[in-house]
């Protein structure tokens, strides 16, 4: 008979092995898949990569989806459902409505995935691929996704509108934001540097250009050009997040707060004499710092409240629920 040292060990062979096969299992695994959805990977990435080389600003806003998924009631993706006469979902609360895009994207890997595993893999999951996938073909860092995550079967428009920092947001507003979301002040700062990639609407840093005093002045002026100060102006007009590589991964993004060139006020909070300036500069001065830190703030916000087990559902469609 096994000594019960033996059988401990034996016990906890078994549930690592049940861990890392995922089927049943509560918690997340970079393995979840492997053995039901094997093609899961190289499916997803093919369509990003594609729809990137189409446009290379769909890679930042196909990661900003994940990002405004996880922050409300946690990464299941409920962001992705659409309203219904009878069902009120996020798509049009404010920090979404005429801002997220790449939903297409996401219904035509979607269609795919369910092409080669029908029934096995999340929305939610997906959203999560997607996001690290986007960030490494914009030439940014790679790391092995935790999957496992369900579906929710519920949205709600009013956490999507309380839960997401908007762009006016100062630094304790930011902080306490994350917080919220059991995130750190380093997580906060290294999340805020996907800001690398993207563009935002001249209605959400127009106060920012015409108003504020802790700007570089070429930079406003530069920025002014196309987004005139009338509201309702223009409103709809882009600059990239990062004047200087808004489609490019990198960590151009902090040299450019350092000198006063944030596009957001809520950008440049992080830059502005207070505690995570400190951050800033270690970032500005090595991309690899910044990398590391970005991968591991990705991973932790991909923990936000997932719903597992038996908890929500695998959608068919990432619109609806089934």
Not at 179 to 205: E, I
Not at 231 to 251: K, P, R, W
Not at 273 to 287: K, N, P
Request: contains cysteine.
């Amino acid at each position: 008979m096994a000594s019960p040292s033996s059988f401990s060990k034996a016990i906890l062979t078994l549930a690592c092995l049940l861990l890392l096969v995922g089927g049943t299992s509560a918690q997340l695994s970079i393995y979840y898949y492997y053995e039901t959805c094997p093609l899961l990977c190289p499916t997803v990435k093919s369509i990003v990569q594609a729809e990137i080389a189409k446009e290379a600003r769909m890679g930042a806003s196909l990661l900003r989806l994940f990002f405004h998924d996880c922050f409300v009631n946690g990464c299941d993706g409920s962001n992705l459902l659409d309203d219904t006469p009878t069902f009120t979902g996020e798509k049009n609360a404010a920090p979404n409505v005429n801002s997220l895009r790449g939903f297409d994207v996401v219904d035509k890997i979607k269609s795919a995935v369910e092409g080669v595993c029908p029934g096995v893999v999340s929305c939610a999951d997906l959203l999560a691929i997607i996001a690290r996938d986007a960030v490494e073909i914009l030439g940014g860092p790679g790391w092995d996704v935790k999957l496992g995550r369900r579906d929710a079967r519920t949205a709600s428009q009013a956490a999507a509108n309380n839960s997401i920092p908007p762009p006016t947001s100062n630094l304790n507003a930011l902080i306490s934001s994350f917080q919220n979301h059991g995130l750190s002040q380093k997580d906060l700062v290294a999340l805020y540097g996907a800001h690398t990639v993207g563009q935002a609407r001249c209605t959400n840093f127009r106060a920012r250009i015409y108003n504020e005093n802790n700007i570089d002045s070429s930079f406003a002026v530069t920025t002014k050009s196309n987004c005139p100060s009338v509201t309702g102006v223009g409103d709809n007009n882009l600059a990239g997040l990062d004047f200087q590589s808004a489609t490019s991964f990198d960590n151009t993004y902090f040299v450019n707060l350092m000198k006063k060139r944030g596009l957001l006020h809520s950008d440049q909070q992080l830059f502005n004499g207070g505690s995570t300036d400190s951050l800033i500069r270690a970032y500005a001065q090595s991309q690899g710092t910044f990398f590391q830190d970005f991968v591991a703030a990705m991973i932790n916000m991909g923990d936000i409240k997932p719903l597992t087990g038996s908890n929500g559902e695998i959608r068919r469609n990432c619109r609806r629920i089934n």
